[in-house]
């Protein structure tokens, strides 16, 4: 399904950020995308108004200024 597929692509985009460096190696992936996701498809689904770069923004910048530490068990 759709989701599944946007998962595993966000999952991947966050797995080489911590292989670069740019996220910590202990970063919680399931955890940092439940946060990135959740207002996205809150805002979506509920029709809490549009998605934009006014939303996008902070909160990308509210997630990777503060990543989660513990990394899923389910990598």
């Known amino acids: 399904d759709v989701q599944t597929t946007r998962r ?3 999952r991947i985009i966050v ?8 996220l ?3 970063t919680d992936v ?3 995308l439940d946060v990135l996701h959740g ?10 108004g549009p998605v934009h770069r006014r ?4 909160l990308i910048a509210m997630v990777v200024s503060d990543p989660p530490r513990r990394r899923s068990a389910t990598r």
């Not at 797995?15 to 740019?22: F, K, L, V």
């Not at 207002?39 to 809490?48: A, C, E, K, N, S």
């Not at 939303?55 to 902070?58: H, N, R, S």
């Open 8 to 10: 595993l692509e966000s």
């Open 15 to 22: 797995d080489r950020a911590i292989d670069r460096g740019e």
């Open 24 to 26: 910590p190696s202990d």
């Open 30 to 32: 399931d955890l940092f």
């Open 39 to 48: 207002p996205l498809w809150m805002r979506f689904l509920v029709g809490g």
């Open 55 to 58: 939303l996008i923004e902070p």
